[in-house]
Protein backbone atom coordinates (compact mmCIF):
# COMPACT_ATOMS: atom_id res chain seq x y z
CA UNK A 1 0.00 0.00 0.00
CA UNK A 2 1.15 3.65 -0.55
CA UNK A 3 1.76 4.83 2.75
CA UNK A 4 0.84 8.04 1.72
CA UNK A 5 -2.61 7.45 0.53
CA UNK A 6 -3.58 4.19 1.45
CA UNK A 7 -3.72 3.35 -2.22
CA UNK A 8 -1.31 0.33 -4.24
CA UNK A 9 0.47 2.12 -6.84
CA UNK A 10 0.32 1.26 -10.18
CA UNK A 11 2.84 -0.71 -11.41
CA UNK A 12 4.46 -2.77 -14.14
CA UNK A 13 7.30 -5.60 -13.72
CA UNK A 14 8.82 -4.89 -17.37
CA UNK A 15 10.46 -1.95 -16.93
CA UNK A 16 12.38 -3.22 -14.21
CA UNK A 17 12.81 -6.69 -16.13
CA UNK A 18 13.85 -4.60 -19.20
CA UNK A 19 16.53 -2.88 -17.07
CA UNK A 20 17.88 -5.95 -15.73
CA UNK A 21 18.19 -7.85 -19.41
CA UNK A 22 19.87 -4.73 -20.65
CA UNK A 23 22.84 -5.37 -18.33
CA UNK A 24 23.69 -8.29 -19.19
CA UNK A 25 25.77 -8.22 -22.10
CA UNK A 26 28.06 -5.11 -20.24
CA UNK A 27 28.85 -8.39 -17.66
CA UNK A 28 32.41 -9.85 -18.56
CA UNK A 29 33.10 -13.22 -17.08
CA UNK A 30 36.26 -11.87 -15.12
CA UNK A 31 34.00 -9.77 -13.39
CA UNK A 32 32.11 -12.59 -11.84
CA UNK A 33 34.08 -13.05 -8.75
CA UNK A 34 33.64 -9.53 -7.83
CA UNK A 35 31.76 -8.08 -4.59
CA UNK A 36 28.42 -6.32 -4.57
CA UNK A 37 26.28 -4.53 -2.22
CA UNK A 38 24.81 -8.09 -1.20
CA UNK A 39 27.57 -8.98 1.32
CA UNK A 40 27.20 -12.89 1.08
CA UNK A 41 27.27 -12.54 -3.10
CA UNK A 42 29.97 -11.97 -5.41
CA UNK A 43 28.25 -11.21 -9.34
CA UNK A 44 28.26 -15.02 -9.88
CA UNK A 45 25.82 -16.03 -6.65
CA UNK A 46 23.80 -12.45 -7.60
CA UNK A 47 23.11 -13.54 -11.33
CA UNK A 48 22.34 -16.96 -9.75
CA UNK A 49 19.96 -15.40 -6.88
CA UNK A 50 18.34 -13.24 -9.72
CA UNK A 51 17.41 -16.43 -11.65
CA UNK A 52 16.12 -18.48 -9.08
CA UNK A 53 14.21 -15.28 -7.96
CA UNK A 54 12.32 -14.52 -11.38
CA UNK A 55 11.57 -18.54 -12.11
CA UNK A 56 9.88 -18.88 -8.59
CA UNK A 57 8.31 -15.46 -8.97
CA UNK A 58 7.01 -16.37 -12.81
CA UNK A 59 5.80 -19.63 -11.08
CA UNK A 60 4.08 -17.78 -8.43
CA UNK A 61 2.18 -15.38 -10.86
CA UNK A 62 1.20 -18.66 -12.76
CA UNK A 63 -0.23 -19.74 -9.47
CA UNK A 64 2.05 -22.90 -10.53
CA UNK A 65 3.34 -23.98 -7.02
CA UNK A 66 5.78 -26.50 -6.48
CA UNK A 67 9.60 -26.54 -5.55
CA UNK A 68 10.00 -23.24 -7.16
CA UNK A 69 7.81 -21.46 -4.55
CA UNK A 70 8.78 -23.37 -2.14
CA UNK A 71 12.16 -22.89 -1.01
CA UNK A 72 13.26 -20.79 0.64
CA UNK A 73 16.36 -18.57 -0.87
CA UNK A 74 18.60 -18.64 2.10
CA UNK A 75 18.14 -22.38 1.93
CA UNK A 76 21.66 -22.45 0.08
CA UNK A 77 24.28 -20.24 -1.77
CA UNK A 78 22.69 -19.73 -5.20
CA UNK A 79 24.89 -21.67 -7.72
CA UNK A 80 25.19 -19.81 -11.34
CA UNK A 81 23.59 -22.19 -14.24
CA UNK A 82 25.71 -22.50 -17.46
CA UNK A 83 23.99 -21.08 -20.28
CA UNK A 84 22.62 -18.13 -17.70
CA UNK A 85 22.97 -15.44 -20.10
CA UNK A 86 20.44 -17.10 -22.66
CA UNK A 87 18.33 -18.13 -20.23
CA UNK A 88 17.74 -15.15 -18.36
CA UNK A 89 16.22 -12.78 -20.40
CA UNK A 90 13.53 -15.00 -21.45
CA UNK A 91 12.97 -15.71 -17.66
CA UNK A 92 12.65 -12.14 -17.53
CA UNK A 93 9.87 -12.20 -20.63
CA UNK A 94 7.69 -14.90 -19.04
CA UNK A 95 8.02 -13.17 -15.71
CA UNK A 96 6.51 -10.30 -17.31
CA UNK A 97 3.90 -12.10 -19.12
CA UNK A 98 2.75 -14.47 -15.89
CA UNK A 99 1.97 -10.92 -13.94
CA UNK A 100 0.34 -9.16 -16.72
CA UNK A 101 -2.49 -11.39 -16.38
CA UNK A 102 -5.19 -10.26 -14.22
CA UNK A 103 -5.28 -13.90 -12.07
CA UNK A 104 -1.86 -13.68 -10.54
CA UNK A 105 -2.93 -10.70 -8.62
CA UNK A 106 -6.15 -12.21 -7.29
CA UNK A 107 -6.01 -14.44 -4.85
CA UNK A 108 -3.14 -16.02 -2.44
CA UNK A 109 0.21 -17.70 -4.20
CA UNK A 110 3.39 -18.55 -2.72
CA UNK A 111 7.50 -17.83 -3.18
CA UNK A 112 9.91 -18.89 -1.31
CA UNK A 113 7.97 -20.92 0.67
CA UNK A 114 6.03 -17.81 1.98
CA UNK A 115 2.41 -17.72 0.92
CA UNK A 116 0.92 -14.36 0.68
CA UNK A 117 -1.70 -12.51 -1.06
CA UNK A 118 -1.09 -12.21 -5.21
CA UNK A 119 -0.90 -8.52 -5.26
CA UNK A 120 1.41 -8.37 -2.71
CA UNK A 121 3.78 -10.79 -4.50
CA UNK A 122 3.54 -8.75 -7.35
CA UNK A 123 4.89 -5.82 -5.02
CA UNK A 124 7.90 -8.00 -4.02
CA UNK A 125 8.35 -9.24 -7.22
CA UNK A 126 9.28 -5.91 -8.73
CA UNK A 127 10.77 -4.67 -5.61
CA UNK A 128 13.71 -7.47 -5.65
CA UNK A 129 14.07 -6.80 -9.93
CA UNK A 130 14.35 -2.96 -8.34
CA UNK A 131 16.78 -3.84 -6.11
CA UNK A 132 18.86 -6.56 -7.42
CA UNK A 133 19.21 -4.89 -10.76
CA UNK A 134 20.56 -1.63 -8.60
CA UNK A 135 23.30 -4.07 -7.15
CA UNK A 136 24.01 -5.41 -10.65
CA UNK A 137 24.41 -2.51 -12.33
CA UNK A 138 26.72 -0.82 -9.33
CA UNK A 139 28.82 -4.32 -9.26
CA UNK A 140 29.79 -3.90 -12.62
CA UNK A 141 30.03 -0.34 -13.59
CA UNK A 142 27.10 0.14 -15.37
CA UNK A 143 24.45 2.81 -14.95
CA UNK A 144 20.93 2.39 -13.68
CA UNK A 145 18.08 4.11 -14.71
CA UNK A 146 14.97 2.53 -13.07
CA UNK A 147 11.73 4.28 -13.84
CA UNK A 148 10.02 6.25 -11.38
CA UNK A 149 6.92 4.05 -11.00
CA UNK A 150 9.02 0.90 -10.16
CA UNK A 151 11.17 3.25 -7.42
CA UNK A 152 8.32 4.18 -5.75
CA UNK A 153 6.82 0.65 -5.41
CA UNK A 154 10.06 -0.23 -4.46
CA UNK A 155 10.06 2.64 -1.65
CA UNK A 156 6.63 1.95 -0.36
CA UNK A 157 7.64 -1.99 0.08
CA UNK A 158 11.11 -0.63 2.16
CA UNK A 159 9.59 1.78 4.45
CA UNK A 160 7.94 0.59 7.67
CA UNK A 161 4.77 1.68 9.00
CA UNK A 162 2.53 1.43 11.61
CA UNK A 163 0.33 -1.09 9.13
CA UNK A 164 3.37 -2.48 7.68
CA UNK A 165 5.85 -2.90 9.92
CA UNK A 166 9.57 -4.49 7.35
CA UNK A 167 10.03 -8.01 7.61
CA UNK A 168 12.67 -8.64 10.00
CA UNK A 169 15.73 -9.83 8.47
CA UNK A 170 14.63 -8.68 5.00
CA UNK A 171 16.50 -5.96 4.70
CA UNK A 172 19.26 -4.22 6.62
CA UNK A 173 19.01 -0.97 8.96
CA UNK A 174 17.80 2.09 6.53
CA UNK A 175 20.92 4.36 5.26
CA UNK A 176 20.70 8.20 6.55
CA UNK A 177 20.13 9.90 2.86
CA UNK A 178 19.01 13.62 2.74
CA UNK A 179 15.28 14.19 2.42
CA UNK A 180 15.59 15.54 -1.31
CA UNK A 181 17.98 12.83 -2.38
CA UNK A 182 17.06 11.23 -5.81
CA UNK A 183 14.62 8.75 -5.44
CA UNK A 184 16.63 5.74 -6.37
CA UNK A 185 19.01 7.28 -3.98
CA UNK A 186 15.80 6.85 -0.85
CA UNK A 187 14.76 3.40 -1.84
CA UNK A 188 18.04 1.90 -2.24
CA UNK A 189 19.48 3.46 1.02
CA UNK A 190 15.64 2.65 2.84
CA UNK A 191 16.39 -1.12 2.00
CA UNK A 192 20.04 -0.95 3.84
CA UNK A 193 22.18 -0.15 1.08
CA UNK A 194 24.68 2.56 0.53
CA UNK A 195 23.74 4.86 -2.42
CA UNK A 196 27.23 5.64 -2.75
CA UNK A 197 28.63 2.36 -2.89
CA UNK A 198 31.27 1.09 -5.09
CA UNK A 199 33.08 -2.40 -5.84
CA UNK A 200 36.45 -2.40 -4.26
CA UNK A 201 38.42 -4.80 -6.48
Given at each position: MDKENGTTPAFELEPAARQIAGLLDGIDDGCLTDPTPCPDYAVRELLA???????????????????????????ALPVLPDGWREALPPLLDELVAAWRDP?????????????????????VALNE???HGWDLAR????????????????????TPSDDSPRPEGLFGPPV????DAPLVDRAVAMSGRRP???PDR
Open positions: HLVGLVTAFRDAGRKNLGPTTDTSPDTAARQGMTRAGGVDLPGEVAAMLVLSTGQKYEADEASLRVSLVMTPVPADWQ
